[in-house]
């Protein structure tokens, strides 16, 4: 509370204080942040009885000397004044005096943005037990939206470099699904692996306008595996190219046409 001696006083209800220090017109009155003055200070602590007497006081002193001491006036802040330290919530998070990076944070989640995810490669892929090779590709999924790459034939180490574009929130967690593709034709494809982003964790690099490349972790229920999944997402807001962009309309039920490839090695003939 910004306040004066007698403010002190007043609102501790201490009566011997309070007159003394008006006795000896020792430290003038003002108003606090909240726009009380001494008398409302007392009685709100309860001291009726002080509360009446300022109250008379500064009615009284007011008629005869409008400057009087017990005439409140607009506090103003002196030389050297410092503005307390913003209150910290329990995670340490400032609530007052935010960054601009965790502002935007706050403001993704209001209103949302379009973030440019690049699903680009993968290395140590493990083809399943009755499978010589892998013909894999790769689900992107946000929320009830999905999306995919094309597939890429016979390869443990692919490569896809595609980009997808996604509205998110920044509470989402994107799910990268690696599937070996059903060269078929039909839709029994086996899945591999799987890792998962969340997205609150790079929201500030990402309203920085950083590019955030990440490797992933890709981890499968049935065998332990060193899968690695290489990916980088950045605001669509920053990013240079639109040319590359993957429409919006790219949907899991598009036509998937084999991605082109250096001419696949001899099968390896591992087994899990």
């Known amino acids: 509370m910004r306040s004066t001696a007698l403010m002190y006083a007043a609102a501790g209800g201490h009566s011997d204080v309070v007159m003394a220090l008006l006795e000896a017109q020792a430290c003038p009155a003002l108003v606090d942040q909240k726009q009380r003055a001494p ?3 007392a009685r709100e602590v309860g001291a009726e009885a002080l509360a009446r007497y300022l109250q008379r006081t500064a009615e009284h002193w007011r008629s005869s000397n409008p400057s009087s001491m017990l005439a409140p006036a607009e506090w103003q802040k002196p030389t050297g004044w410092r503005e307390a330290a913003p209150e910290v919530d329990q995670e340490g ?5 935010l960054t601009a990076a965790v502002q935007a944070s706050r403001s993704m989640q209001a209103k949302g943005k379009k973030v440019i995810i690049e699903v680009l490669r993968a290395t140590g892929l493990q083809a399943g037990m009755f499978i010589n090779s892998l013909d894999p590709f790769v689900k992107v999924r946000v929320g009830q939206e999905v999306q995919e790459t094309q ?3 016979s390869f443990t180490d692919p490569e896809w470099n595609e980009q997808f574009e996604f509205f998110i929130m920044g509470t989402e967690v994107i799910i990268f699904s690696v599937w070996d593709y059903d060269l ?4 029994d494809h086996d899945f591999i692996c799987r890792a998962e982003l969340p997205v609150k964790h790079h929201v500030k690099e990402l309203y920085k306008g950083q590019k955030v490349t990440l490797e992933l972790h890709l981890e499968n229920k049935t065998h332990d595996d060193e899968s690695t999944l290489f990916v980088s997402m950045q605001l669509a807001d ?3 190219d639109p040319q590359r962009r993957i429409p919006e309309t790219r949907r899991v039920s598009e036509d998937r046409r084999p991605a082109p490839s250096p001419a696949a090695p001899a099968s390896s003939g591992a087994f899990l």
Do not use: D
């Open 39 to 41: 008398f409302e200070m």
């Open 93 to 97: 998070s400032k609530l007052a005096g």
């Open 151 to 153: 597939y890429v034939v």
């Open 184 to 187: 078929t034709g039909g839709e």
């Open 238 to 240: 920053f990013v240079k």
